[in-house]
């Protein structure tokens, strides 16, 4: 079984900073996404990243895929109390069926 | 369009009773999956389905749980018997295909708990 391991687990930083949120396993991803979850909702996709050293960027957020699909990384830009919420990070596997497996997520709290 | 719809939102049980929570994908999309989340914890995935067919279960716990995704109607999760264990936050996704990188689209979830 996959394991993905993220961190920190909880994060409470104050309005404008910058903040990081790392996805890391010790096995190979056929693709990665990021999801966020609101409390009382289903996660909502943020990104899917498939390709070794992928970057995409949505407006203040950038991800990053690592060369060996092993890893990954949120940034967020400025962050802003609207960004509060849960971040999750998601892998899929070729061979692993059709699952998808979660890390235990991202608690994040932007103070205003 | 519709997102995926899950029904109820919110479902509390006595031990010992059934829950059913039921799953309608997006339009167009016949693969399912259900996942189980914890408080404070991330998603763990159940059960993969097509129309008719159960796909991979090896996330399901053999005894109590069971799974369905009939012809017509919705995908419906069954759990017999709950226990105080049971209590989670069950989501449903789907896509329009067999999952190989695209995209799996979640429900709002079923909040249950078991007194």
């Known amino acids: 079984t996959q394991l993905l391991e993220q961190s920190p687990q909880f994060l409470s930083i104050q309005e404008g900073e910058n903040l990081t949120v790392y996805c890391n396993s010790s096995?190979?991803?056929?693709?990665l996404q990021w999801y966020r979850q609101e409390p009382g909702e289903g996660p909502v996709l943020l990104v899917t990243?498939?390709?070794?050293?992928e970057v995409k960027k949505l407006k203040r957020l950038t991800f990053q895929f690592g060369d060996a699909r092993k890893d990954s990384s949120l940034h967020i830009t400025a962050a802003q109390p609207g960004d509060t919420g849960l971040y999750l990070c998601?892998?899929?596997?070729?061979?692993?069926?059709?699952?998808?497996?979660f890390g235990g997520g991202t608690r994040l709290m932007v103070k205003p | 369009n519709a997102g995926v719809m899950q029904n109820p939102r919110h479902l509390v049980r006595r031990r010992g009773q059934e829950a059913r929570l039921r799953c309608s994908p997006m339009?167009?999309?016949?693969?399912v999956y259900w996942y189980r989340q914890l408080p404070e914890e991330g998603l763990k995935f159940m059960v993969y389905?097509?129309?008719?067919?159960?796909?991979?279960e090896s996330g399901m716990p053999k005894e109590r749980f069971s799974a369905e995704f009939p012809k017509e109607g919705p995908s419906i999760l069954r759990i017999q018997q709950v226990v105080r264990g049971d209590s989670a936050a069950y989501f449903c996704?789907?896509?329009?295909?067999?999952?190989?990188?695209?995209?799996?689209?979640f429900g709002p979830g079923t909040r249950l708990l078991v007194l």
């Open positions: 996704a789907s896509s329009p295909l067999r999952f190989s990188g695209e995209t799996q689209y």
């Open positions: 096995s190979v991803f056929s693709s």
């Open positions: 990243v498939v390709t070794g050293g």
């Open positions: 998601a892998g899929a596997e070729n061979n692993a069926g059709n699952m998808l497996t």
């Open positions: 339009k167009g999309h016949s693969h």
């Open positions: 389905l097509q129309k008719e067919n159960i796909i991979d």
